[in-house]
């Protein structure tokens, strides 16, 4: 099981209405709104390294309200 982090910047006041779509995509075990540099911090589960790529690029990315995501992948 790969798990990461990916933040994500949003259009202004739209931060709540991208968190819950984020929350509802497979491989996506929890979302938030945060304060500072980024809008919304998702943790993401996959079985593999590709599976964390399509949630983040087909998934994340194509949500309207997403600028600009980053992932960092764990390693522990």
């Known amino acids: 099981m790969i798990g990461a982090y990916t933040t994500v910047i949003t259009s202004a006041g739209t931060a709540g209405d991208v968190v819950e779509r984020i929350r509802e995509l497979p491989n996506v075990t929890e979302a938030h709104v945060v ?3 980024f809008d919304v911090i998702a943790e ?3 079985d593999d390294v590709y599976g964390v790529q399509k949630t983040v690029s087909s ?3 194509s949500l309207e309200g997403v600028g600009r995501t980053r ?3 764990r390693l522990d």
């Open 71 to 73: 992932t960092y992948v």
């Open 44 to 46: 993401i589960e996959a």
């Open 35 to 37: 304060a500072g540099e």
């Open 59 to 61: 998934g994340i990315g």
